[in-house]
T-cell receptor
Framework: AQKVTQAQTEISVVEKEDVTLDCVYETRDTTYYLFWYKQPPSGELVFLIRRNSFDEQNEISGRYSWNFQKSTSSFNFTITASQVVDSAVYFCALRAVYNTDKLIFGTGTRLQVFP | KAGVTQTPRYLIKTRGQQVTLSCSPISGHRSVSWYQQTPGQGLQFLFEYFSETQRNKGNFPGRFSGRQFSNSRSEMNVSTLELGDSALYLC??????????????FGQGTRLTVV
């Protein structure tokens, strides 16, 4: 069975603090994709990053960075120097490769950044 | 390039009625998926269409149905509405080739309230 766990329900930080959102996944597939999406109050899920299971390179994009570790089945997301505009719900998702676009989502982590 | 467009944005229906939601994918995207988002169950996969064919279906009752047209636009229908169908319904589109798929891009959703 495939499953994504985001144990942190809600995180509150003050602006300029660094924050890490945790994601742990389960799958029997040897090839899969992992994603992070951001959902602001408007409701739309905004794509942030995609990672292939065969590419464990970590990635940095501006203030965002992602740490993918197959050994611990984790795909964590760090925001450096958080800003109020980062306040949103963040979802981690898993997709098997073959013949489907179906995403398995975690329950999301609500991030509140206070000024 | 226009994003995924969902109409209507908001809908209020009475128990027992039926409803049709519409989704126009990004131009060139032929894969469309639907998700239901509720506070209790989170984001759950409803179904997936590619080239007018349903490729995958989530664990929802038969009251939930969908279709895709030749221009890739998709509709989902919920018959005999129940209070528990109140949710944000999200549509996503992606480009899908023989060897590759892009990530899913989401619309802003249709918020359905059943009273």
């Amino acid at each position: 069975a495939q499953k994504v766990t985001q144990a942190q329900t809600e995180i509150s930080v003050v602006e300029k603090e660094d924050v890490t959102l945790d994601c742990v996944y389960e799958t029997r597939d040897t090839t899969y994709y992992l994603f992070w999406y951001k959902q602001p109050p408007s409701g739309e899920l905004v794509f942030l990053i995609r990672r292939n299971s065969f590419d464990e390179q970590n990635e940095i994009s501006g203030r965002y960075s992602w740490n993918f570790q197959k050994s611990t089945s984790s795909f964590n997301f760090t925001i450096t120097a958080s800003q109020v505009v980062d306040s949103a719900v963040y979802f981690c998702a898993l997709r098997a490769v073959y013949n489907t676009d179906k995403l398995i989502f975690g329950t999301g982590t609500r991030l509140q950044v206070f000024p | 390039k226009a994003g995924v467009t969902q109409t209507p944005r908001y809908l209020i229906k009475t128990r027992g009625q039926q409803v049709t939601l519409s989704c126009s994918p990004i131009s060139g995207h032929r894969s469309v998926s639907w998700y239901q988002q509720t506070p209790g169950q989170g984001l759950q996969f409803l179904f997936e269409y590619f080239s007018e064919t349903q490729r995958n279906k989530g664990n929802f009752p038969g009251r939930f149905s969908g279709r895709q047209f030749s221009n890739s636009r998709s509709e989902m229908n919920v018959s005999t509405l129940e209070l528990g169908d109140s949710a944000l319904y999200l549509c996503a589109s992606s480009w899908r080739g023989r060897e590759r798929r892009t990530e899913a891009f989401f619309g802003q959703g249709t918020r359905l309230t059943v009273v």
